[in-house]
């Protein structure tokens, strides 16, 4: 498959900035403001094609890698050592195995090429003079017999078709002339496109340079990488835990007893008299000793003090009253 400038391009793209530069300059080509490895790679396929094609050639961008190499090879009288069915990077290492004993190391320039190589090299204008005098030849024949059919027209002119011996040639050599005429105008036109075109040509002062230069960098192809699909990452995650309202457990209200009316009884408001106990009867019958509890709560320091002074036998009589124990 041909090697086409975008190949040239993702080749060199790899390579060093500086190393780039440096084969530019030691071509005398202009970095034209690139600084990238990108930019200078396309900076150095541009000035391949450009400097190794005519301008037409260059817009009809129909030039291999291939092409260039195999141009370049024609100028140095090398064609017979490069091989032009291998592609286009072999081609430039033979190319450059013949023309160095050694492969250079970095940039090449003119100046570093043998005395007969750079004869080879120096510009040839022949075709440029050759389609120059076309061009001049062209339009002086358009010039002339313009002015030829304008003399024929002319009131001199009229008077030959009476001139017996002429008068057959008339016509014929008014048409030939006409048709000369029109032919060379548009004929002048093509040869001096061709004659600039010519003289804008391939530069090879510049062009065998800079391909050597990019021949001793190296091509070092791009190695497009496959796309392997990545097995999806399973990240863990903490668990999101939903804190369920926590249920306290309301006891149920106890029934509180309330007392009733009835069961406390009547609200007692007369005093409480002391209740007298015989002790006698405090030992016989303790048991039916009673104590109403409304009268314990109104006057508990009271009834506490009769029940003790009942049970223990004293009472609130003098001391030295003798006892009445009947």
């Known amino acids: 498959m041909p090697t086409v400038r975008a190949d040239i391009v993702a080749a060199l793209s790899v390579h060093d900035p500086a190393e780039l530069r440096t084969i530019l300059e030691a071509a005398g080509i202009a970095t034209g403001g690139a600084s990238t490895a990108r930019e200078l790679a396309e900076r150095i396929a541009e000035s391949l094609w450009w400097h190794a094609t005519t301008p037409l050639g260059y817009v009809a961008d129909r030039t291999f890698f291939e092409d260039i190499v195999q141009r370049a090879a024609r100028r ?18 033979q190319l450059t195995a013949a023309l160095f004993q050694t492969v250079p190391l970095g940039a090449v320039s003119f100046d ?44 001199f002119g009229r008077l030959i078709p009476l001139i017996p011996p002429l008068a057959p040639y008339y016509r014929a050599l008014v048409a030939g002339l006409g048709t000369v005429r029109l032919v060379a105008w548009p004929l002048t036109l093509g040869l001096a496109l061709l004659t600039v075109n010519t003289a804008l040509g391939a530069n090879d002062r510049k062009l065998v340079p800079l391909l050597l230069g990019v021949g001793a960098l190296g091509p070092r192809p791009v190695v497009v990488a496959e796309e392997v699909p990545m097995e999806p990452v399973i990240v863990a995650e903490e668990p999101i835990v939903h804190e369920a309202p926590v249920e306290v457990p309301v006891a149920e209200d106890e029934p509180v007893e309330v007392p009733s009316v009835a069961e406390e009884g009547p609200e007692r408001t007369e005093p409480v008299e002391p209740i007298e106990v015989h002790p006698d009867d405090a030992e016989v019958h303790p048991e039916e000793i009673e104590v109403h509890p409304d009268d314990a709560e109104a006057h508990p320091d009271e009834v506490e003090a009769h029940v003790i002074a009942d049970v223990t036998g004293l009472d609130d009589e003098e001391p030295g009253e003798p006892r009445d124990d009947a």
């Open 112 to 155: 570093s090429l043998d005395a007969k190589t750079r004869e080879r090299l120096e510009p040839s204008w022949i075709p440029t003079i050759g389609l120059g005098a076309g061009t001049g030849g062209t339009a002086s024949t358009a010039w002339a017999s313009g002015r030829v059919l304008a003399f024929l027209k002319g009131p």
């Open 76 to 93: 140095v009288g090398m064609q017979h050592r490069v091989d032009a069915q291998v592609d286009g990077w072999e081609q430039l290492r």
